[in-house]
């Protein structure tokens, strides 16, 4: 199973531990006795992992800093993954997988792999009952995607989990020898109105069919647009998630009177000799929440917005629509068309 898809309690040797250093830094490890994980506050031996509690905080072997080693989830995993590409955060995850009506025993397409951010959260939602079937193009990204899958036990014989090295704009999501009833479907790709011709021949004929198209530029929505209406999908809803952090911290209260007095003090110290004005210069920072100061809580908006600012497209295939197929929308105006051309240039380069 997963280690994404359960939780055990203590640490063993070959187990993934996210270490916990900051907020933004959180790093993956393989735990491996005879190896060391070393950061700027200090060294941390892997065989001292062993048997502890997940959760439980680490010393240093130099005895200044200290980690957290956390259970690994796909949230976490979302902040720590090696970065391949852009990837999906948690709160359009969220948004997606709910839009998507996913749960577990859903069966799902997703194009590209990418970094397997969203493909570790949907490998939990759907379960040991459900299907992911995902695609990748570029080799070594698709190479290293199906690594890290088999290492997390995602991947392999009786698992939930295929992924594919192919060009789904070119060749389609058909798995020879597999029948691909999908109920739901997501494509982060840049044309993905190319793709969407493709989806008729293995979404399930039966059901309602859920479908979320990831784009950066409005270009893209308005062609993906297109081609949604052209290939007999309905309820065309457009969203953009925008993410952010708050983080709760103490301000220093200082009364006007002693401000004042502060810049007297300041002003004071310019007209000595430049020698003597720094050794009277006060030495101390007073500590965030130091006692003998007036604190105020106030809350404080993360400076780099952590959340890949997108277009989100979904729309709805009800049963029976699924034969007024009709290629990538020729009804799109043909200069819409020349821009979204540009702008999946530019997003595939990005990438
Ligand atoms: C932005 S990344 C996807 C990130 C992913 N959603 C995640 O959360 O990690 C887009 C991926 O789509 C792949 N891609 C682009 N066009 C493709 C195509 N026609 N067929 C398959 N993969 C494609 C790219 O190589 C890239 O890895």
């Known amino acids: 199973m997963s280690v994404f898809g359960g939780y055990k309690k203590t640490i063993s040797e070959g187990d993934l531990v996210l270490a916990w250093i900051t907020r933004d830094n959180i790093q993956p490890i393989i735990v491996t ?20 509690r997940y959760g439980s905080q680490m010393l240093s072997k130099t005895g ?3 980690i957290h080693l956390l259970h690994p989830t796909p949230e976490l995993w979302t902040l720590s993954l090696p970065h391949r590409t852009q990837i999906l955060y948690t709160p359009d995850i969220a948004f997606v997988t709910s839009m998507l009506a996913l749960k577990p025993g859903s069966k799902m397409i997703e194009s590209g792999t990418g970094s397997g951010s969203f493909t570790h959260a949907l490998v939990r939602t759907v379960g040991g009952t459900g299907k992911v079937w995902t695609y990748e193009y570029h080799e070594r990204r698709f190479e290293a995607a199906k690594e890290e899958f088999i290492e997390h036990g ?6 939930p989990l295929t992924i594919t090295h192919r060009d789904v704009c070119k060749e389609g999501f058909d798995i020879e020898g597999e029948t691909l009833d999908a109920h739901a479907a997501f494509l982060d790709l840049p044309a993905p109105w190319e793709a969407i011709p493709h989806l008729s021949r293995v979404i399930s004929k039966k059901r309602q069919i859920r479908l979320c198209c990831f784009s950066p530029c ?50 004071d110290k310019r007209r000595l000799p430049p020698g003597e004005a720094r050794k009277d ?14 604190w105020r809580a106030v809350s404080v908006g993360e400076k780099e917005v952590k959340g890949h600012t997108s277009y989100l497209t979904f729309a709805v295939m009800a049963p029976g629509e699924h034969e007024e197929v009709g290629g990538e929308g020729e009804d799109v105006e043909e200069h819409a068309g020349d821009i979204a051309a540009a702008a999946a240039k530019a997003a595939d380069e990005a990438v």
Request: proline fraction near 3%; charge should be neutral; charged fraction near 30%.
């Open 218 to 267: 409005i270009e893209q929505v308005q062609r993906t647009l297109a081609a949604l209406r052209a290939n007999g999908w309905s309820d065309l809803q457009m969203f953009e998630i925008v993410h952010r952090n708050w983080e709760a911290r103490q301000t220093l209260i200082t009364p006007l009177s002693s401000a004042i007095d502060r810049l007297r003090e300041v002003r």
């Open 281 to 294: 210069l006060p030495k101390k920072r007073v500590k965030e929440g130091e006692e003998g100061y007036d």
């Open 64 to 66: 200044h800093g200290f």
């Open 33 to 52: 006795p005879g190896k060391i994980f070393n950061n700027r506050f200090g060294s941390y031996h892997h065989e001292d992992m062993l048997n502890l």
């Open 154 to 159: 995602m991947l392999g014989d009786g698992l």
